[in-house]
C-alpha cells in the first residue's frame, strides 16, 4: 500500500516534471503569446493575406533575445496552419542566418524545402515567377546574418519577387538588432516594404509574477485534481513569499526575458521529487545563487595557491601601474618580494615552476597576451593583461578555504 | 534632297478608310488602316494601303516618284494626312555623273532602293497619285502589260550602286522574308499582283489584267511565265545545287550528314551569296533521325509529284485528309512549285511559290507525327527556297513555331501542339495565351478557334494590302485560301528561333524545371473597397500607365526606336536612386516597341534583360545573355567567346536586340572586361545591339569605369529624379484609379512626407497600403467613414520611420538603463566616446549603489552588456575580449537621456 502510494506520487511527480519543463523548455507553444496581442493580430493578418490573397509582403519581427519573435511567429504559423484552405496552399521555408551562412548553401536549402532538388542556382527564381504557383513563406531567422552575404543577392531576389507580380511570397524577417535596416543595401533597402513590428515587452513587475505563477501552474486537464489543487495552491502561496518576490525582482531588473526566468524556475523545478512535491522558496533561492554566481569567481577558488599568488602580484601591479600591462618578469619580481619580506608560510618556487603556473593562468583565460605576434617575444617578455576586476579577486579570496592570512593580507594592502 | 511638292492638277478626294487603329500617344497621332482616293467625277474609288507600291506626284508627270508605302497616319484632327514611305530611284533620278557607276545599260523600268537618308520619308498622303493596279488609267506608265513591272535589284546610297542588302527590305512590315539571298532581275514580267509580293527582291507592280489572279492560281500559266525567266549563271548554278541537294537528300536518309555526303553540292552552294551555309547548317542541327522514313517516304512524294506533275491524284490519299474546301486548290499549287522549283526557279510568282510551300507543308504534315519531323520540314521548307535563290518570297527561318500550329490546326490531339499561335500578339497577350493554355487544357477546342482567329488577323490585312480588287463572291474563296497563305509568310518574319522555343513549347519547361506546385485554391479576390485599393497600390500590380515620366519615357522611346529602325546599335546610361521608376519606364518603353512592331510600324527586335543582382559573378552575365539569346547553356568563357562572335559578324537574323543590363555596378570586376565587351559589342558594324544599362549613381562611368570602358558607355545618360511630392501623389491617384479610398489630405501627407524623405514610390505605396490596414482594424469605430484619414497614414508614417531606439531603451530592464548610465557616465568622465566594459563596469557598480539596488556579478554585467550589444544599443568588440572590450554607443547620449528620463517620470 505504501510503496504503492509512493509509486502514484513518483508518476505524478514525473508527470508535473514533464508538464512544466516541456513549458520552460520551449518544446511545446503557449496557448497564446503573452503581451503581444496586436503584433499578433498584425502578423497573423498579413500572413493571412499572403496565403488567402496571393499578396506578396515582407516584414521584419524586431526584438530583443528572448522577447518571444520565434514564438510569436510559430504561433502564428499554427493559427494559419488550421485554416483549411490555407493549410495544403502555403509553402513555409525556414532558414537560419547561423546555418545558411552564404547564398549558395541558402539556395539549396531552398530548394530542399520546396522539393525543387534536382533545380540548381538561380533558376530558383526563374520558377518562382509562375504567378499561379502557391504562397511560399520564407522564414529568415537572423535576419541580420543574411544581411552579410555578398551583394546581398539573396535578398534583393528574395525581396524583389515580393515586389514584381510572380508568385506570391511573404518574407519574414526576424532579428535581434534594432537598425538592420540600416545593413541592407539600398537598392534591397527600397524593396523592402518597412513593415517592422517591434516586440518591445513593457512588462510591469506584477505582470511578471502572474506570469510567474501562470507559468508553474498545472494545466486545468491534469489528471490527479487533488495533486493539482495542492500544486497550485503552493505555487500561490511561493509567490507570495517576499524572499521569492525579492528574488524574482532581482531577475526582473537584470531581464525581463522569458529566457532567463525559464532557466530560473527550471533549476527549481528540478528540486522537486516524490519525497518533496512542491517547489519551496529555498529551491528557488539556490535556483537563484547558482544563476547569479559569478564564474570567474568561481574559477579561481579551484586556483593553487601559487597562481593566486601571482594574480595578487597582478592586481598589485595593476594598482601601480594603472591597468598598463605586464609581462611575466614583472609578475614573477613581484613575487619574490612578496616572498622575501612578507612570506611566511611559502616556500620559493623556482622560475619554471612559476612560469608553468602563470601559463596556466593565461590557458584558464585569467590573462590575456596583448601582442599578437607571440612567436618573437620570449615567453617571460610577452605583454599581459589581467581579466579580472579587483572585487572579483578580493571575493574569491574571502571563500578561499584555507588561503593562508599572510597572502590575504598582502592581497589587501596597497602597493603590494 | 528636296521634298517632294504637291502639284494637283487632277483634282482628287482623299478620304481615311476604316477606324483608326492605333493611338500613337507618342506621336500624338492616329495610324490610319487605308485610304481612299477619288478623282473628282468618277465613280472609282480607289484603296490605298500600306505595303502597296505607290506612285507619287512629282515634278516629271511622266515618270512619278514610286515609292512603297509604310503607313498612313494622321493627326487627331483628321485633318492633315501623311504617310510613311520608302523611297525609290528610277534611273532618271540618279545623277548624271553617277549612272556609270552602274556598269551596264539598265532596264528601262528599273528602279532602286533608296538607302539615302537626305529624303524625308514623310509624305503628304494627298500627294499620292495612286497605285498602279486600281488605277492604270491614271498611272502614267505609258506601256500597258508586261512594262507596267518595276525591278529592283540594286540600291543607291548616293554614292554607289550596292546589291540589295535584303535587310532593307525587311524593314517593311509583315511579310518580308528575312533571308533573301540575291534580289533576281527577272526580265520579263510576272504576274504577280499577289499579296506576297511584296517580297523585298522583285517587286512587281502588276498589270491591270484581270486575269492575273486566276493565273496565279493556275500551275500552267505561271510555269509559262516562268519558263521565260532569265538568270545569271550563279544563279542557275545555286539552284541547280540545291535542287541536287534536296534529291540527294532525299535518297540519303541521313541528314546530319547530308551536307557531308554530297560535299560538291555544299562547294557549290558556296557560290551563291548570302547565308547558304549557315542555313544549311540549321538544317543540319534541326534534322532529327528518328523520322527519317516517313519524312523520306512524303518527300519521295511530292517530289515524284513533281517529276511527274501530276497534278494530285498521287497524293489523293492525303488529300482526303484536308478538310478544307481550298484543300484541293492547294493542291495544284504545291505541285506547281515543285515542278516549278525544278524547271525554272526564278520566274514563278511568289504567291504560287508561298502557297505551295504551305501546301507541302500540310501534306507532310498530316502525315508526320513527331514535332521534330516539323523541325526537319520547316527547315527543308526554308532552306530549299533560299537555295533556290527564291529569296523573294522566302518564307522565314525554320519556324517551328508555324509548323507546331500548323500541326495543331490539321491534327488537334496532339497535346504537343497547343502552342502559341503567333508572335505578333502582344507579349501580355501571348503570356496570358500560355498561362491560358497551360491552365485549360480541357479547353482547347475553343482556344483552338481563338488561335485560328489570331491568326487571321495578320493574314486578313497582308491580304487587304494586295487582293483589293477581288470584289466577287468566288474570288472571296481564294482570298480565304491565300489568308491562309499569307498568313504563314505573314507571321514568319516574327518568329525566331529562340524565342520560337520558349514560346512553342510552354510546357516543356514546365516540366524540366520543376516549379512550386501551383495552389490548389485560388486566390480570393479583394472584397472591399480597402481590399481594392490595396491592391492595387501593390508595388507589383502594373499600372496601366506610367504617370510622371513622360518625358524619360520619350526619350527612351526615341532612342530605342530610332536605333531599331535604323538597324544600328547604341549605349544608353540610365541613373536614379532606388524607386524612381527606370526599370518600370525602360519595360514600359520595350512593351510600347513591341506593340509597334506587332504593328509592323518597326522591324521586329529581341528584348533581352539581365540583372546584376541576380547572377553570382559579373562573367554569368555571358552566360544569361547567350542562354536568352540562342538558348545554349555553356560555360562563362565559352559563352563569351560565342556572343563576341555573334555580335562581330553578321547575325543570321537582321534584328536588332535590345538588352537591359540591370544594376550595372555589379558587373564591375577587376579589368572590367564584361562592361567593356557590353559596352563595345554595340559599336560592332553587324551587332545591331542597343544596350539600356540602369544604376543608381549618376556619375558610375567617371567613379568606376576605366577610361576605355566609360567611353564606349559614350554620353547618351538620363538621370531619374526622385519624384516629388506631386509627382508621388499624381502616381497614387492613377494607381488608385477612382477608388475611393483616401483623403485628399491623406494621400498628400504620405506624398509629402516620402518626397522629403527618399522620393521612393515604392515607399509611398507601401506607406499607402499600411495605412489601409490601420484603417481596416479601426473601422469598428462607429465615427470612421471607411476612407483613410490622417490619423491613419501618421499611424502608418510613424511604424516607418520613427526609430524604435527610444521605445527599445524604455522597455529595456533596469540593470540595463543602468548600464546606459554608466556608459554615459563614464564617457563624460573619459570625455571620449569610447571605455572599455572594466570602465563601465566600476560607474555601473557605483550607480546601482546610489540606486540602492543590489550590485551585480561581472558576470551578470557582461550579459546585461552583451544584451544591449545584440540590439545594437551599444556598439561592442568581439566578446572573447571579455573585460576588456570597447563599449560605445550606437544613440546619441541625448536620446539616451530622454528615454531613461521619459521612464523615471
Redesign the interface.
Same mark, same amino acid.
Given at each position: 500500500m505504501c510503496t504503492l502510494s509512493r509509486q502514484r506520487k513518483g508518476s505524478i511527480h514525473e508527470l508535473v516534471q514533464m508538464i512544466l519543463r516541456e513549458r520552460f523548455c520551449h518544446q511545446r507553444l503557449p496557448e497564446k503569446p503573452v503581451g503581444m496581442e496586436s503584433q499578433h493580430?498584425?502578423l497573423l493578418?498579413l500572413l493571412r493575406r499572403t496565403a488567402?490573397?496571393?499578396?506578396?509582403n515582407s516584414v521584419l519581427i524586431?526584438g530583443?533575445?528572448g522577447s518571444g519573435k520565434t514564438m510569436l511567429l510559430n504561433c502564428v504559423l499554427r493559427e494559419l496552419l488550421e485554416v483549411k484552405?490555407v493549410n495544403?496552399?502555403v509553402?513555409p521555408v525556414h532558414l537560419n542566418g547561423l546555418l545558411q551562412t552564404d *547564398?549558395?548553401i541558402a539556395l539549396k536549402e531552398i530548394t530542399r524545402q520546396?522539393?525543387?532538388e534536382?533545380?540548381v542556382? *538561380?533558376?530558383v527564381?526563374? !520558377?518562382?515567377k509562375?504567378s499561379? !504557383?502557391?504562397?511560399?513563406l520564407f522564414i529568415l531567422d537572423e535576419f541580420d546574418l543574411f544581411a552579410h552575404h555578398k551583394?546581398q543577392?539573396l535578398l534583393?531576389?528574395l525581396l *524583389?519577387v !515580393?515586389?514584381?507580380?510572380?508568385?506570391?511570397v511573404a518574407v519574414i524577417g526576424l532579428t535581434?538588432?534594432?537598425?538592420v535596416l540600416e545593413l541592407l543595401e539600398?537598392?534591397v533597402?527600397?524593396?523592402f516594404?518597412?513593415?517592422?513590428i517591434?516586440l518591445?515587452?513593457?512588462l510591469s513587475f506584477i505582470q511578471y509574477l502572474d506570469n510567474v505563477r501562470s507559468q508553474l501552474s498545472l494545466p486545468q486537464d491534469f489528471p490527479d485534481t487533488k495533486f493539482y489543487d495542492e500544486w497550485n495552491d503552493s505555487i500561490k502561496t511561493l509567490c507570495e513569499d517576499q524572499s521569492v518576490v525579492d528574488v524574482l525582482q532581482?531577475h526582473?531588473?537584470?531581464?525581463?526575458d522569458f529566457r532567463s526566468l525559464h532557466l530560473l524556475l527550471m533549476l527549481a523545478l528540478s528540486r522537486v521529487s516524490a519525497s518533496k512535491p512542491a517547489i519551496k522558496p529555498t529551491d528557488l533561492l539556490e535556483a537563484s545563487r547558482v544563476c547569479?554566481?559569478?564564474?570567474?569567481?568561481n574559477i579561481l577558488h579551484g586556483l593553487s595557491i601559487l597562481e593566486l599568488c601571482l594574480i595578487i602580484a597582478m592586481k598589485h601591479l595593476n594598482d601601480i601601474y594603472e591597468g598598463e600591462p605586464f609581462n611575466f618578469q614583472m609578475v614573477h619580481n613581484e613575487f619574490k618580494k612578496f616572498l622575501q619580506r612578507k612570506s611566511h608560510s611559502i616556500h620559493n618556487f623556482d622560475k619554471p615552476v612559476v612560469m608553468k603556473a602563470f601559463e596556466h593562468l593565461q590557458q584558464l583565460?585569467l590573462i590575456?597576451s596583448m601582442d599578437s605576434s607571440t612567436a618573437k617575444i620570449q615567453k617571460e617578455y610577452q605583454l599581459m593583461?589581467l581579466?579580472? *576586476?579587483h !572585487?572579483?579577486i578580493m571575493e574569491a579570496l574571502q571563500k578561499y578555504p584555507q588561503c593562508p592570512t599572510d597572502v590575504k593580507q598582502w592581497a589587501m594592502s596597497a602597493f603590494g | 534632297m528636296v521634298r517632294y511638292f504637291t502639284r494637283l492638277r487632277v483634282r482628287r478626294i482623299y478620304k481615311w478608310g476604316g477606324r483608326p487603329y492605333i493611338f500613337d500617344r507618342k506621336l500624338k497621332s492616329y495610324g490610319f488602316e487605308y485610304l481612299n482616293m477619288s478623282v473628282e467625277g468618277q465613280e472609282a474609288v480607289t484603296t490605298v494601303t500600306p505595303g502597296q507600291y505607290i506612285l507619287i506626284e512629282g515634278n516629271d508627270d511622266e515618270y512619278p516618284f514610286v515609292a512603297k508605302l509604310l503607313k498612313f497616319f494622321g493627326d487627331e484632327s483628321h485633318k492633315q494626312k501623311k504617310a510613311l514611305v520608302q523611297w525609290f530611284l528610277r534611273l532618271s533620278e540618279v545623277p548624271q555623273n553617277k549612272k556609270l557607276l552602274l556598269g551596264r545599260s539598265p532596264h528601262p523600268q528599273e528602279i532602286f532602293y533608296y538607302l539615302g537618308r537626305a529624303c524625308d520619308n514623310e509624305i503628304n498622303a494627298e500627294s499620292i497619285l495612286g497605285t498602279v493596279q486600281h488605277v492604270p488609267e491614271d498611272t502614267p506608265f505609258p506601256e500597258p502589260g508586261t512594262k507596267d513591272t518595276l525591278y529592283v535589284k540594286l540600291s543607291w546610297d548616293t554614292k554607289a550602286f550596292n546589291v540589295l542588302d535584303p535587310v532593307l527590305m525587311q524593314d517593311t512590315p509583315a511579310s518580308t522574308p528575312p533571308k533573301p539571298a540575291l534580289p533576281l532581275f527577272p526580265p520579263c514580267a510576272s504576274p504577280t499582283a499577289t499579296p506576297v509580293s511584296r517580297g523585298p527582291v522583285r517587286r512587281a507592280l502588276p498589270t491591270p489584267d484581270p486575269t492575273v489572279m486566276r493565273r496565279a492560281g493556275s500551275v500552267s500559266d505561271t510555269r509559262a511565265t516562268m519558263s521565260a525567266g532569265k538568270r545569271s549563271t550563279l544563279e542557275a548554278e545555286s539552284i541547280h545545287s540545291a535542287s541536287k541537294l534536296s534529291a540527294s537528300k532525299i535518297l540519303s536518309a541521313k541528314r546530319r550528314g547530308s551536307a557531308a555526303d554530297t560535299p560538291g553540292v555544299r562547294k557549290k552552294l558556296q557560290l551563291s551569296p548570302g547565308k547558304k551555309m549557315t542555313r544549311a547548317d540549321v538544317l543540319c542541327e534541326l534534322l532529327d533521325e528518328e523520322m527519317e522514313s516517313e519524312k523520306v517516304i512524303s518527300l519521295k512524294l511530292s517530289s515524284s509529284v513533281s517529276h511527274s506533275l501530276q497534278h494530285g491524284c498521287s497524293l489523293s490519299p492525303m488529300r482526303s485528309v484536308c478538310k478544307t474546301p481550298n484543300g484541293q486548290r492547294r493542291f495544284p499549287w504545291k505541285l506547281s512549285s515543285i515542278s516549278l522549283d525544278r524547271l525554272s526557279p526564278t520566274g514563278y510568282t511568289l504567291s504560287i511559290l508561298d502557297s505551295g510551300t504551305t501546301g507541302i507543308d500540310r501534306v507532310i504534315t498530316l502525315q508526320i507525327e513527331c514535332l521534330d519531323s516539323y523541325a526537319f520540314l520547316s527547315s527543308q521548307r526554308a532552306t530549299t527556297p533560299s537555295r533556290r535563290k527564291e529569296s523573294a518570297m522566302a518564307i522565314r527561318e525554320p519556324a517551328l513555331g508555324v509548323l507546331a500550329e500548323e500541326d495543331s490546326e490539321d491534327s488537334p490531339m496532339q497535346p504537343i501542339a497547343l502552342t502559341p499561335r503567333s508572335k505578333r500578339k502582344s507579349a501580355q497577350l501571348v503570356s496570358l495565351r500560355i498561362r491560358k493554355q497551360l491552365n485549360l487544357l480541357d479547353n482547347t477546342q475553343k482556344l483552338f478557334s481563338d488561335g485560328d482567329d489570331d491568326c487571321f488577323v495578320p493574314s486578313m490585312k497582308a491580304l487587304q494590302s494586295s487582293t483589293d480588287e477581288e470584289k466577287s463572291e468566288e474570288e472571296t474563296v481564294v482570298r480565304k485560301t491565300r489568308g491562309r497563305n499569307g498568313k504563314t509568310s505573314a507571321r514568319t518574319p516574327c518568329k525566331t528561333p529562340s524565342k520560337k522555343v520558349c514560346m512553342v513549347t510552354p510546357s516543356t519547361p514546365r516540366h524540366a524545371t520543376p516549379s512550386i506546385p501551383s495552389r490548389t485554391v485560388p486566390a480570393r479576390q479583394p472584397g472591399n473597397i480597402l481590399d481594392e485599393a490595396r491592391a492595387r497600390l501593390h508595388v507589383s500590380s502594373v499600372p496601366e500607365s506610367l504617370p510622371c515620366r513622360e518625358q524619360e519615357f520619350q526619350d527612351i522611346y526615341n532612342f530605342v526606336e530610332s536605333k531599331v529602325m535604323d538597324g544600328t546599335g547604341g549605349c544608353m546610361y540610365i541613373s536614379g536612386v532606388p524607386g524612381t521608376g527606370k526599370t518600370a519606364t525602360i519595360h514600359e518603353v520595350i512593351r510600347c516597341l513591341q506593340h509597334a512592331s506587332d504593328m509592323d510600324e518597326i522591324p521586329t527586335f529581341r528584348f533581352i534583360e539581365i540583372n546584376g543582382m541576380k547572377m553570382t559573378d559579373p562573367h554569368q552575365a555571358y552566360v544569361q545573355i547567350l542562354q536568352k539569346l540562342t538558348d545554349q547553356k555553356v560555360t562563362a568563357d565559352h559563352a563569351a567567346a560565342l556572343l563576341e562572335k555573334r555580335f562581330s559578324n553578321p547575325a543570321p537574323k537582321k534584328e536588332t536586340t535590345v538588352l537591359l543590363v540591370d544594376e550595372l555596378d555589379l558587373l564591375w570586376t577587376r579589368k572590367q572586361n564584361v562592361m567593356y565587351n557590353l559596352f563595345d559589342w554595340p559599336t560592332r558594324r553587324h551587332a545591331r545591339l542597343v544596350v539600356l544599362t540602369i544604376a543608381n549613381t549618376m556619375d558610375l562611368p567617371e567613379r568606376i569605369m576605366i577610361n576605355r570602358v566609360a567611353s564606349r558607355l559614350g554620353l547618351t545618360r538620363m538621370s531619374f529624379q526622385p519624384y516629388s511630392f506631386k509627382q508621388l501623389q499624381q502616381i497614387i491617384t492613377s494607381r488608385l484609379n477612382k477608388v475611393k479610398a483616401f483623403e485628399e489630405d491623406a494621400l498628400q501627407l504620405v506624398s509629402r512626407k516620402v518626397a522629403a524623405l527618399s522620393g521612393d514610390a515604392r515607399r509611398c505605396l507601401d506607406i499607402c497600403r499600411r495605412a489601409t490596414e490601420i484603417c481596416e482594424h479601426s473601422a469598428s469605430h462607429p465615427s470612421s467613414t471607411g476612407l483613410v484619414r490622417m490619423s491613419h497614414v501618421m499611424e502608418a508614417l510613424d511604424e516607418m520611420f520613427s526609430s524604435s531606439y527610444i521605445t527599445a531603451i524604455g522597455c529595456a530592464s533596469l540593470q540595463e538603463q543602468l548600464f546606459l548610465r554608466a556608459v554615459i557616465a563614464e564617457f563624460r568622465r573619459l570625455g571620449l566616446e569610447e571605455a572599455t566594459f572594466q570602465q563601465v563596469f566600476v560607474q555601473h557598480r557605483a550607480l546601482s549603489r546610489v540606486e540602492g539596488l543590489q550590485p551585480i556579478s561581472v558576470s551578470e554585467g557582461l550579459a546585461v552588456c552583451q544584451r544591449l550589444g545584440a540590439c545594437r544599443l551599444l556598439l561592442l568588440e568581439a566578446s572573447r575580449l571579455d573585460m576588456l572590450q570597447r563599449v560605445r554607443l550606437n544613440v546619441s547620449q541625448d536620446d539616451v537621456l530622454y528615454a531613461l528620463k521619459a521612464v523615471r517620470d
Open positions: 493580430k498584425h493578418e488567402v490573397h496571393g499578396e506578396s524586431v530583443p533575445r484552405d495544403k496552399n509553402l *547564398d549558395r520546396l522539393n525543387l534536382n533545380v542556382g *538561380d533558376k527564381f526563374v !520558377s518562382v509562375e499561379s !504557383s502557391r504562397p511560399v551583394n543577392t534583393y531576389n *524583389d !515580393s515586389q514584381s507580380a510572380q508568385a506570391p535581434c538588432r534594432l537598425d539600398k537598392r533597402k527600397s524593396r516594404s518597412h513593415r517592422q517591434h518591445l515587452s513593457s532581482r526582473y531588473n537584470s531581464s525581463k547569479m554566481v559569478d564564474s570567474k569567481a583565460e590575456k593583461k581579466l579580472l *576586476d !572585487s572579483q | -
